[in-house]
């Protein structure tokens, strides 16, 4: 093998694990905090308010369930808010029950909790519900503020809108500031898929990601909590809001948005109008909304090519109907895309293996004078045309390409529960269950990634320049060193999803059936 082959594949290892490294990340570890603090204004109530700053005890809690084809919601009226979110169109594979979206202990923290900051206790007072049709209100009284919280759900969408009406029946003017919940507690299933669980917001028409404490003023548009596949968006109507992030109990994250300081006269209310967004990170189904959410979904660096090669995927599965020959259609079309480069990769690589005779003498004549030897090297590849870099391309070329179709396929909700031949699902490695437990895998092998060190040991054998006896000792050496290689790459690719293997297995063939054809084409 040459020294450019080991330098392409070198760095494509390095480059796939500081990308496996960079999204391994932990969540940092912060100390946890509640709602952002409250500030020093003029007292909004009297201070003998009959609020109580209390949680009440579970079985005094009432709970509402409500059911669309979309979702299962249940109320609290702790709070007149939301508990429990389940998503009845993503049901789990095994049990049939509705994905599990967020399931809230703490009122403080339910989805649509809302409180005045220098009024304490509205989040986790006892509300009166009444319900009609598919408008569900809580109303909390005392003689100095009455709140009214009206969810409106949308039977055949995925959000509801909520409407918070505050009254200042007191003889005295109100100034507080108010915050509200939107995504909390967002269901993470394991280790895994906790890389992708992030804060965002849309601020000043920027998207910002947080994975810690923060409050970020400016115009916001929406705030979001994101897991894997599904999200939480929180839309106010109104303008001058904040969104804040917090990170409670260390790992779980909190999000929602803040007023600034409301001013309510003696008699008078004011309403809060919001959009909550509850449902899978699809860009489809935002867009169709019409208010900008779609820009919640982002797939990292290189955004604009996982959405582009997504796109191209959910066109070619129109016409295949199987996610799994899509994803092959689309590597041979990136494949086909990239062939003109590509062959001119190959055909740099066979010109510097037809050369090798004469470098190894120039080597042999120079050996203690290296600056001679890399000038006459250097006249070599200029008499020849050779690239002695050439043949890094085809691998660097693939590189934003696999990080692009990483993000897609990994987060592509589509992926989620689609079946190929064996592969049952191909967001998930392509477990297979053996009759017995082995050491290190147990009791199931992932075979795609198996196939796929069999295919770079295939492709490994088509570029070998030379038969053994014909290298040079550094050709051997180099060699010895590619050999470890496809184990190296089985390590890496052994728990990443099956879509995304088939992807790179597909591509590993279609190269080695390239260099194939480049290595048995008479040498110019």
């Known amino acids: 093998m040459e020294k450019k082959t080991l330098l392409a594949v070198v760095l494509s290892i390095l480059v796939i694990m500081t990308f496996q490294m960079w999204m391994g990340k932990k969540h940092p570890q912060i100390a946890p905090q509640g709602a ?15 609020v109580k700053e209390a949680i009440i005890a579970p079985e005094d809690e009432e709970e509402l369930t409500y059911e669309t084809d979309r979702f299962l919601i249940i109320f609290s009226n702790q709070g007149g808010a939301i508990k429990r979110i389940g998503l009845k169109q993503f049901a789990d594979t095994s049990t049939q029950e509705p994905h599990l979206l967020a399931e809230i202990e703490n009122p403080r923290y339910y989805t649509g909790a809302f409180k005045l900051l220098d009024y304490g206790g509205l989040d986790t007072a006892v509300y009166t519900v009444n319900q009609y049709d598919n408008t569900i209100t809580y109303t909390y009284k005392t003689s100095e503020i009455e709140v009214n919280k009206r969810y409106t759900i949308h039977n055949y969408n995925d959000y509801i809108e909520l409407d918070v009406i505050i009254n200042n029946t007191s003889g005295k003017t109100m100034r507080s500031a108010s915050s509200i919940i939107g995504g909390s507690h967002i269901f993470i299933a394991d280790k895994m898929a906790r890389r992708y669980a992030n804060a965002s ?41 904040k969104a804040f992030t917090n990170l409670v109990d260390k790992t779980q994250f909190v999000t929602g948005l803040e007023t600034a300081q409301l001013t309510i006269a003696p008699a008078s209310r004011i309403t809060q109008q919001y959009m909550m967004y509850i449902g899978p990170l699809d860009t489809n189904r935002l867009k169709a909304l019409e208010v900008g959410l779609e820009e919640a979904v982002n797939y990292g660096i290189f955004d604009g090519i996982s959405k582009l090669l997504l796109k191209t995927l959910r066109f070619i599965q129109k016409i295949t109907r199987n996610w799994g020959v899509a994803i092959i259609c689309l590597t041979m079309l990136v494949n086909l895309m990239l062939l003109p480069l590509t062959r001119k ?39 020849y045309k050779v690239n002695p870099l050439g043949g890094c391309l085809p691998m660097l070329l693939q590189m934003p390409i696999f990080i692009s179709l990483y993000h897609a396929l990994v987060r592509s909700i589509e992926l989620r529960g689609a079946n190929f031949l064996w592969i049952k699902d191909l967001s998930k490695p392509d477990a297979v269950g053996l009759p017995v437990s082995l050491p290190i895998i147990g009791n199931s092998i992932n075979i795609l990634p198996i ?20 290298m040079s000792e550094q050709q051997k050496q ?47």
């Open 36 to 50: 952002p603090a409250a500030r020093v204004v003029e007292p909004l109530v009297a201070e003998n308010t009959d």
């Open 201 to 241: 917001a849309k601020v000043d028409g920027k998207l910002v990601r947080d994975r810690r404490n923060s409050i970020r003023p400016g115009g916001v548009s929406w705030v979001a909590l994101n897991s894997k596949y599904f999200t939480i968006i929180l839309r106010p109507y109104q303008l001058g809001v």
């Open 345 to 383: 990769s190959y055909k740099s690589m066979k010109a510097m293996q037809d050369i090798q005779p004469e470098i190894e003498k120039l080597r042999n004549a120079h050996k203690n004078n290296p600056q001679k030897l890399n000038k006459e090297l250097m006249e070599l590849y200029k008499t």
């Open 451 to 470: 196939l796929m060190m069999a295919a770079m040991i295939v492709q490994q054998k088509i570029s070998t320049p030379h038969k053994s006896g014909e």
């Open 478 to 524: 180099q060699q010895n060193m590619m050999l470890m290689m496809p184990v190296i790459f089985v390590i890496i690719f052994y728990s990443l999803p099956s879509g995304l293997v088939m992807y790179w297995l597909v591509n590993t063939v279609l190269m080695a059936a390239h260099q194939y054809h480049i290595k048995r084409a008479p040498s110019r």
